[in-house]
T-cell receptor, first 109, second 114 residues
Framework: AQRVTQPEKLLSVFKGAPVELKCNYS??????LFWYVQYSRQRLQLLLR??SRESIKGFTADLNKGETSFHLKKPFAQEEDSAMYYC???????????FGAGTRLFVKA | NAGVTQTPKFQVLKTGQSMTLQCAQD?????MYWYRQDPGMGLRLIYY???????DKGEVPNGYNVSRLNKREFSLRLESAAPSQTSVYFC?????????????FGSGTRLTVV
């Protein structure tokens, strides 16, 4: 079954520390992975897509098909990174995007 | 440049009351979606519309109905609200069903059913 797992509900780091938000997926086809961010009481926004291999706000994510993972990383966390982060999986053939349960990142001063 | 607009932003209903959540997008997207967001459960798909004139059930459709009024508008109706429908509702749109380029979300509707 298709599934997106974010094992950490809450991740707390100090400002300037590296951060990694984990995402694992299960999908039999060729996946397309995304990270979305939701700042306090705001709408979800697309942060990055694996197909574009981009870096947004210092965040990067690499698709590892062998480990079926798409972890989100940033070398130096900032207080403004505090938010809810959702990993999402899309596929082919009319497959709708499914979302993980989310990880709340809290960056402490 | 509004993107996806949802109304209302907040609503309190009594059990058994009905209401319609409105959603409109101005990006000429073909596909539209309704999600609910609950703590610890992430986003769950209620209904979706792959293109104008079509609608389909998602993961949690019970207690809801939808209408794709035209390409721009996709409404969600609660016929008889229940406390279990207390949630934050998000409308989203994408160019195509696969959402290859990601989804654009509305600002959400915080619904409380008492």
């Amino acid at each position: 079954a298709q599934r997106v797992t974010q094992p950490e509900k809450l991740l707390s780091v100090f400002k300037g520390a590296p951060v990694e938000l984990k995402c694992n997926y299960s999908y039999s086809g060729s996946p397309e992975l995304f990270w979305y961010v939701q700042y306090s009481r705001q709408r979800l926004q697309l942060l990055l897509r694996h197909i574009s291999r981009e870096s947004i706000k210092g965040f990067t994510a690499d698709l590892n098909k062998g480990e079926t993972s798409f972890h989100l990383k940033k070398p130096f966390a900032q207080e403004e990174d505090s938010a809810m982060y959702y990993c999402a999986l899309s596929g082919t053939g009319g497959f709708k995007t499914i979302f993980g349960a989310g990880t709340r990142l809290f960056v402490k001063a | 440049n509004a993107g996806v607009t949802q109304t209302p932003k907040f609503q309190v209903l009594k059990t058994g009351q009905s209401m319609t959540l409105q959603c409109a997008q101005d990006m000429n997207h073909n596909s539209m979606y309704w999600y609910r967001q609950d703590p610890g459960m992430g986003l769950r798909l209620i209904y979706y519309s792959a293109s104008e004139g079509t609608t389909d059930k998602g993961e949690v459709p019970n207690g809801y109905n939808v209408s794709r009024l035209n390409k721009r508008e996709f409404s969600l109706r609660l016929e008889s609200a229940a406390p279990s429908q207390t949630s934050v509702y998000f409308c989203a749109s994408s160019e195509a069903l696969q959402g290859r380029y990601g989804y654009t979300f509305g600002s959400g509707t915080r619904l409380t059913v008492v």
